[in-house]
């Protein structure tokens, strides 16, 4: 396989889970679709990690050329609708609405900051350290994350348990990348640039991605609408 056709393939074998859960959870769909759709614009930070953190053959050389590439759209597409239902899809998870008294409580009064705070604090991180950045944008949304189980404790489980969960699916999706193309890591993430700490091969880096991204998004749904997970039974 052409090496500017990769990540094109790579991504859009993303897309094929992204379906094959579209097509299996039916309750889960609505949701999915717009997380993908929100998801999708963070494709466009792509820049600011080319060349630094990785720099990737892309189609029509548009990663090397201006930084941004239509693979990363597609890739955050798929990250966002998997990574907002795979808890809810894998344990059967039923929503309630919260009561009126429930949205009162008080931690809720930083209810819109919470679900705003990796949009607020990425930019501050950003500019207010040198470091590459996926350590940037793994500690926003650990922090982010974190910020939503102090808002939502009720969300615990999920938080963390989602966070392993994408991490597992991540592993072995990267996994399929090595295989099909033995030696990419190695030609296109920056590996002086970051710690050189691999597992299995994948960069510890893209792994840490994955959990913190797990852990937020699991989240964003209930967060957002103000719905929570229905008890067993109930």
Known sequence: MSEKLIWF???????????LVYVLYKNGRKRMLWASLYTMPFGLTE???????????????LAQRTGFDIESLIFC??????????????????????????KHHSRHRFHLWTLLSPIILFPILYFAVSWNVIYTATL???????????????LKGKIWVSGVIFTLFYLVYFLS??????????????????SGIEILGIPVEELLFAFTFGMLW?????????????KAGA
């Open 47 to 61: 820049p600011i990690f080319v060349p630094e953190y990785w720099n990737p053959p892309s189609l029509f050389d």
């Open 140 to 154: 926003t949304m650990f922090v982010a994350a974190l910020a939503a189980l102090w808002c939502r404790p009720d």
């Open 77 to 102: 597409f798929g990250i966002g609708g998997l990574g907002v239902v795979l808890y809810d899809f894998i344990f059967k998870v039923r929503h309630e609405s919260m009561s009126v008294e429930e």
């Open 218 to 230: 699991a989240s964003y749904y209930e967060h957002l609408t103000w719905h929570k997970i229905k």
């Open 9 to 19: 393939v790579w991504s859009l074998a993303l897309i094929g889970v992204w379906l």
């Open 177 to 194: 990348l090595i295989a099909v193309s033995p030696g990419y890591v190695e030609r296109v993430w920056t590996l002086t640039a970051i």
